[in-house]
Every structure is written in C-alpha cells, then in structure tokens.
C-alpha cells in the first residue's frame, strides 16, 4: 500500500523529568529519585505517532542550536521524520518542559523557546509541503497567527486538516471556518464555540470517543488496558486519526483505529515511547478480536 502523507505543524521539546518523593518548600533542597531526558512536545509527539502508524510524516517546527536541539534532530530522523525547520535558531534555546513528579502529583514549567519562531511567514516557507498533504495536523503550542496561516494554506490546496485544540485558548471564528476536524477533549470541548458540530471529535479518556455524524452523537468506546502511563494517549489518538483520515477510512472506522492507537499506547511508560507501531497495533487487535 502507497504510504499516505501527513504533515504535523507544531512544537518539539525536550522534556526534564525528575521524580522526588515530595515537592520541596519554598528556599528547601529535597533530594530526588531519578532524572530522565524524554523527547517531548504536542507536535513531534503526534508526529512520532503518525510515522509508527506507517505514514509519510512531515514537521514542520523549530529547535534550537543547542545540546537539545542536536539531540532531538537525530531523534526524529531515526522516527522516520522528515523535520522542516529552515534556518536553525541561533537566539533562543530548544523548548523544554521541567517536570517534577511527587506524591501522585506534577508540576510543569514550559518554555516554548524556538517554538514561539514557529511564525506565520515561517510557516508560509513550506507551502508546496502543505499543498502536497493528504492530512494536516495541528496543535496550540505555537503562535497562533502560524496555526492560522497554515490553515489557510492548507484550506486554499483542498488539503483536509485537524485542529488538536490544546493548550486551550480562545479561537477567532476565522479559525473555526477553516477547520475540517478539532479534537479537544471533554474539558476543552467546552470552551470552544464551534457552531458546525460534525467538525468535532471528542476524546473522553477510558470512555473512548464521541462524534457527530449526519446530525447524530455516535460513540467509539475504548478497549480496557492495564495503564503505565497517560501522557500521550492524546497525542496518540491524534496522530493516529491524521493516518486513519489520510488512508481513506471513514470516520467511525478512524475513531475506531484512533482510539485502540490510543489505548495501547497508555501500556507503555513515556509519551513517544509508547506510541505503538503498525505492527503492534495489529497484533493487539487480533488478540481482542479472540
């Protein structure tokens, strides 16, 4: 089978975990468990999902010159990515996420760093990749303005696109109009305004997915798993549907292959290390199907 193309535009982090047994009080040193360095980021992890899946998979974000950058450039080349990033940031650092986990709990501390030179005429450079997408997938870890532009973009070459609405923040209607699909989930569903309601997939966790089709809610339920890690399974989904829209399914059959993608992706321990592969994929439907 041809491999569908997908193009991801959003942010790359390295994300700084460090697990402690509890947080430290304010001028306290408390001594931690273990630290760990995980490839991060709502863009590059809905693209890590997309390669495993099978797909032709583009980024097009920003990095930075720096320990990091160098780091996740090879990362997502051994993914099978194909990074679009222009002329490498010289003046800020790569994105990073600082993660302290404690007592059942996480605090996060992010600096977008070379995410926020993601900018609409950054995003215009890439153009004729856009054009050539069967999918267009995106996030709101960047600047906006570049969300919008890439919409447009992909709206003018016919080219259907996801919206992952997250972070959430408040969207112009201009926005909304040029969106084939948003995914938020059931807390941010809420806060978008969204008058065309079969553009929307709602992802619900452990209850699966909800969708509109021919003006009635349908629902995907999910498949029962042993949970490690919850990080990703958004991400995943995501990056799954991107595949499952590309390779012409139709939208219950891509609710279902986004949502076991999903599942089977919270198996595992780390956002893009759990993100399964075509293969895995099958093998884990098969054994359900028994």
């Known amino acids: 089978m041809k491999r569908t193309k997908v193009t991801v535009i959003g942010s790359i982090n390295m994300d700084l975990v460090t697990d402690t047994k509890r947080l430290p ?8 468990e273990f630290f760990s360095m995980i490839p991060g980021g709502k863009g590059a992890n809905q693209a890590v ?55 059942g709990d996480n605090r996060i501390i992010v600096v977008p760093g070379a995410n926020e030179e993601v900018t609409a005429p950054f995003v215009s450079q890439f153009e004729k990749i856009i054009a050539s997408s069967d999918v267009v997938l995106l996030q709101l870890e960047i600047p906006l303005k570049a969300v919008e532009c890439a919409l447009s973009l992909a709206k003018k070459h016919q080219v259907r696109t996801i919206l992952n609405p997250a972070p959430i ?13 948003f995914t938020p989930n059931e807390h941010e569903v809420g806060a978008l305004n969204i008058v065309d309601k079969a553009k929307l997939i709602v992802t619900r966790g452990e209850k699966g997915v909800t969708f509109f089709e021919n003006d009635t809610i349908r ?22 549907f991107a595949v499952a829209l590309s390779e012409g399914k139709s939208l219950k059959e891509a609710c279902q292959f986004s949502v076991a993608v999903g599942a089977l992706a919270v198996t595992k321990l780390g956002a893009q290390a759990g993100m399964p592969t075509r293969e895995e994929l099958s093998y884990f439907l098969t054994r359900r199907d028994k």
């Open 219 to 240: 629902s995907v339920e999910s498949y029962p798993v042993e949970v490690v890690d919850t990080t990703g399974a958004g991400d995943a989904f995501n990056g799954a």
């Open 169 to 181: 923040r408040s969207l112009p209607n201009s926005l909304l109009k040029d969106v084939t699909y």
């Open 25 to 32: 009080n304010k001028g306290e040193t408390v001594m931690g």
């Open 49 to 103: 999902a997309a390669a495993r899946l099978g797909a032709d998979v583009s980024l097009i974000g920003r990095i930075g010159e720096d320990p990091f950058g160098l780091s996740l450039r090879k990362h997502l080349e051994q993914e099978g990515i194909t990074l679009c990033e222009g002329e490498p940031v010289h003046y800020k650092s790569t994105g990073v996420a600082s993660i302290t986990l404690a007592e």
